[in-house]
């Protein structure tokens, strides 16, 4: 379905100090990638390896035990050309600079694909929240929230939930913000508690994007979704929802993973029971009614749709020969390394990219911060039919480009999304 594109050499990131990060390094190769096919000034591709503005901060909290605690916490805006930055914040052990900077730039592509009026940016603390009491957790975002507060804003940059992080997290950073600026400002966060300006159907838009992308493939493979089987990667936030969402079209959801381990059935997981498991476990792993399979089995389990939703670089040169699937949605962002694309190229594997695929969550939290600006709310359908209109439309617009020029998803996704800031940089030219 297509086919590899040589990459022209463009001059290193002017910033070293995201170059040591594997990340960073990932989203500048696919960033030449694209510089390769596009006819754009090679000045503007330079300003876009390097991210606009970033902040490290130390955050001392106060743990349970009495104890004083500093994390390191992040948040970088890649660009401002495009509207006020926008971005989720995620809490996991693994959090650096380079990685925060690497999502930070995917997010700005991602807007522009999905032609939305942000730009990108990404946040991060360094810790394991599984490991943390909820108190530890609060005393944590709230001090955060101060720690960046110069460079936030409702118009400046607006954040969201990741990995780690949830609505719970999104209201103490809403309610800190307030108590600063002293009135109530829902607009500062999207992906809140509908009951202080979050927006209906928002925790579950990316997983519903994801299978909104997955139908539109499948129609045109001439699978149907009935004779299908998908084995997904992450079962919180975007993999549950992408799991729920599949069932309801008749696919069989045979394998599931998650941090601590992942299980197999092939006659189909049970997902109301599974969520059940999860809700008083926290894990897939010890649920009965399905075998377990270690992780690197889970991404070989033959099937139709594999949906890798938990974390970045997960299909590798080393593995992407064993997958065994006809379909990659990525739900996560940054699952597949370049060196593991041309293999899943070579395999003919068709891939929905992660600027793409997961993009539903990105577009709610836009009709979030609208409708929060407006003080004027929609209710659930309006907004289902909204994302299902915008995804389709991107949907299409990439699959066009990406037939008419020859050029693997991925590439077309990335065209689309750096030429629209692209555009927007050379149009607003350079200061001063
Ligand atoms: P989450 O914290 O709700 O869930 C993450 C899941 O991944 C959990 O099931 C966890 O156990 C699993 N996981 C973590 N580390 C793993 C590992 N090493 N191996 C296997 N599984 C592992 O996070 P989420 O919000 O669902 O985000 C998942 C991915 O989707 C991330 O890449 C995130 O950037 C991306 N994403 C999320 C949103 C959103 O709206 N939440 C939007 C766009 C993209």
Redesign the pocket.
Known sequence: MSVAVPAKTFAQPPVPIFSTSPVYQMACKQLQTVAGVMDCDPGIIERLSVPKRSLVVSIPIRMDNGETRCFAGYRVQHSLTSGASKG?L?Y?PSVDLGEVAA?SMWMSWKCGIMNLPFSGAKGGIACDPTRMSRGELERLTRRYTEEVLPIIGPRVDVM???????EQTMAWIMDTYSMKVGYACPEIVT?KPVEIGGCVG??E??GRGVVYCIMDALHEMNIRPEESTAVV????????VVCQELVQHGVKIIAI????G?ILNKKGIDIVALAKH?QTTR??KGFKEAEAIS?EQLLSTPCTILAP????R?ITAENAGKVRCKLIAE?????TTPEADLILQENKIFVIP?VLC?????TV?YFEWVQDMAQFFWDESQVNEKLKELMRKSYHKVRALSLQKNLPMRLAALTLGVQKVANEKATRGLFP
């Open positions: 989720g995620r996991a999502l969201a939930p990741d990995l780690g992080t949830d992906g928002r925790r838009a990316t990667q992450g079962f919180g936030n975007v993999g549950s993973g998650d941090r601590d992942a999860v894990t897939v992780n939703c938990a974390m970045e997960v739900g996560a962002n940054g699952p992660d997961n993009a539903g969550g990105v939290s």
